[in-house]
């Protein structure tokens, strides 16, 4: 077996300060990405929210247009308004569905950041 010298000895201090900084390096960028990635989940999850309470009003605004005390005829013939209710209803639902799918997007991306932990932000 060969006996190291000195100069092996520091190189190979050298060699493994230099890969340990490399990786606090690879960490440290890491996490800041994910800090990046919670923080846009954040602002995802409030304009759901936002989305969700539009979604809720049109509802209620159709809801409101079947109301027997709207003047929905005029001579007989159904108003321009009461053709539109199926296509604002189509438009409501097909929202609500595409909010489904953003929000089942964002629970597998926190599945895949976090595992079966929730996210710090939402843990209580």
């Known amino acids: 077996m060969a006996e190291l ?35 846009q989940l954040a602002i995802i999850r409030g304009e759901i929210e936002d989305v969700r309470g539009q979604i809720g009003a049109l509802s209620r605004n159709v809801g409101a247009m079947h109301m027997p005390s709207y003047p929905w005829q005029h001579g007989g013939e159904a108003s321009g308004h009461l053709a539109k209710i199926p296509q604002l209803c189509h438009e409501v639902t097909a929202l609500d569905r595409r909010l489904q799918v953003i929000e089942r997007y964002l629970a597998v991306i926190s599945e895949y950041l976090y595992g079966s932990q929730k996210p710090p932000s939402e843990e209580s």
């Open 5 to 39: 010298n000195y100069g092996d000895v520091q190189r190979a201090v050298q060699d493994a300060t230099r890969n340990l900084r490399d990786l606090m390096g690879r960490i440290v960028s890491r996490a800041d990405r994910l800090n990046g990635i919670e923080q």
